[in-house]
């Protein structure tokens, strides 16, 4: 049995999450934090009803805390919470930054502790009615789908935190996440993978999806949108498969036309560049054509023209599914060793009309990147991928290394080898270090 202590008493505490504990086999409801009033002593006169933070947590046999204060208490409660050595449930919304999630979620790590966040709304009968007719297909292929709650009270209610100007406070917040939730739990990534990927191009799938949403919340934003078929095939490579003398390898010229129907896709969702991924040679001026005749002229190519053939990109793969189920990428990758053959596939890439060449890894590749700087033109884009950063994490995490001075040292050398642009998983944590 695993005693809960459970902060906040308001409409979430009393409606959702007291009753959920209380019915929950397993969890005891131990505690819960009201600051004024009694009505949790009246409802639930087998519960102990503290006053602080700090009088909840020296109930010792409490091992899990629930936190339903107003939202911009979250963050300091939960660390309090985790500090104290105990596993906590954060309600919507988890806080009001991406930092203070951040450094929760890192906080939980160091400790050895869970957090997570509850969303009651999903449980609710008529989304569970949509969400049923979606899933087994009742409505066939949905192509656009609409929420909203409406709200009849005309005034703002005197006293209501949610209804005052305060970090946390208004219907984004309020609302907005469950609105979220249910799109991310309807739709979220392809369920299904084929032979050619077919998923890609489906002008409701998720990177469509999230290009659209991402241009109508922050219309001025660049998007760039990465074109490959290996996260969307049941085989995990960049292209359709062909078995030839009795071994399979993929077809360069029966990928291009898929390729261009991807990037077709993701610029008439509002991409500004597509950057083919792919390594198929001829795909910069056969995506190029299918975009023109398209009169999508404005969108950009950002061609990932020397790809190598590398072990860095292990992390990512494991992410996003896509490992290869045979065989490797070194028949259409690049040889980490040739970087004669690196320029050749930039200058071949910028020839056929691309905007932005990019070489990927970076790390390894720091000549590579100089020797492009030098030659062409063109910006220059540089991919610090998983594997590089990973390491960086790991080492930063056994107290090897100092993290940020590390990965200051690596973006800076790349950014020094030539680089006009660079693509890292480092780009929050070093964006907020620079803004101080």
């Known amino acids: 049995m695993i005693d809960v202590g459970l902060i906040g008493f308001g409409l979430a505490g009393r409606a959702f999450h007291a009753q959920v ?39 010792r046999d409490i091992r899990l805390v629930v936190i339903a204060t107003p939202n911009e ?33 890192e906080l939980a790590r160091r400790r050895g502790r869970l957090i997570t966040v509850y969303q009651n709304r999903r449980y609710d009968g008529d989304f569970q009615a949509i ?47 469950h609105m979220i939730d249910h799109a991310l739990v309807l739709f979220g990534l ?68 898929l390729l261009m129907k991807q990037a077709v896709s993701f610029a008439a969702a509002g991409a500004d560049f597509v950057a083919p991924s792919d390594m198929m040679d001829g795909r910069v001026g056969a995506i190029r054509r299918a975009l023109d005749e398209r009169s999508l002229t404005e969108v950009g190519i950002m061609a990932y ?6 072990g860095f990109y292990g992390p990512f793969r494991e992410a996003a599914e896509s490992s290869p189920q045979f065989g490797d990428r070194r028949t259409y990758q690049m040889d980490p060793a040739n970087i004669r053959e690196a320029l050749r596939e930039m200058e071949l890439d910028a020839e056929e009309g691309a905007d932005m060449i990019m070489v990927k890894p970076a790390l390894s590749y720091l000549d590579v990147i100089r020797a492009a700087r030098e030659r062409f033109e063109h910006p220059i ?56």
Not at 39 to 59: C, F, N, Q, T
Not at 146 to 156: C, I
Not at 233 to 254: A, L, S, Y
Request: hydrophobic fraction near 40%.
């Open 73 to 105: 208490t979250h963050a300091p409660i939960a660390r309090q919470c985790l500090e104290a050595g105990r596993d906590v449930v954060v309600d919507k919304p988890f806080t009001t930054t991406l930092k203070e999630a951040a450094g929760l979620v």
């Open 381 to 436: 884009a540089a991919y610090n991928v998983s594997g590089e950063y990973s390491m960086v994490k790991a080492a930063a995490e056994r107290g090897w290394i100092d993290g940020p001075r590390v990965m200051n040292e690596i973006l800076t050398s790349i950014k020094r080898a030539g680089a006009d642009l660079i693509i890292t998983y480092h780009a929050l944590e070093f964006a907020e270090s620079v803004a101080g």
């Open 305 to 310: 023209s020397a790809k190598f053939a590398s």
């Open 131 to 177: 969400r049923q007719i979606v899933s087994d297909g009742t409505l066939g292929r949905i192509v656009r789908f609409e929420t909203n709650y409406d709200r009849f009270r005309p005034d703002l209610k005197p006293g209501a935190w949610r209804e005052r100007v305060s970090p946390g406070s208004g219907i984004l917040f309020d609302l907005a996440p």
């Open 190 to 257: 392809p369920e299904t993978k084929d032979a050619i990927g077919s998923s890609s191009w489906d002008p409701s799938g998720p990177v469509q999806s999230a290009i659209e949403g991402i241009k109508r919340a922050v219309p001025g934003m660049t998007v760039m949108a990465d074109v490959c078929l290996c996260e969307y095939t049941d085989h995990g490579h960049c292209g359709v498969i062909v078995e030839r003398n009795g071994v399979k390898d993929v077809d360069n010229d029966e990928t291009l036309p």
């Open 21 to 59: 504990i209380r019915a929950t086999p397993g969890l005891r409801l131990a505690a819960i934090l009201q600051r004024h009033g009694n009505e949790a002593a009246e409802k639930y006169p087998d519960v102990r009803v503290v006053r602080s933070v700090e009088e909840l947590l020296d109930i």
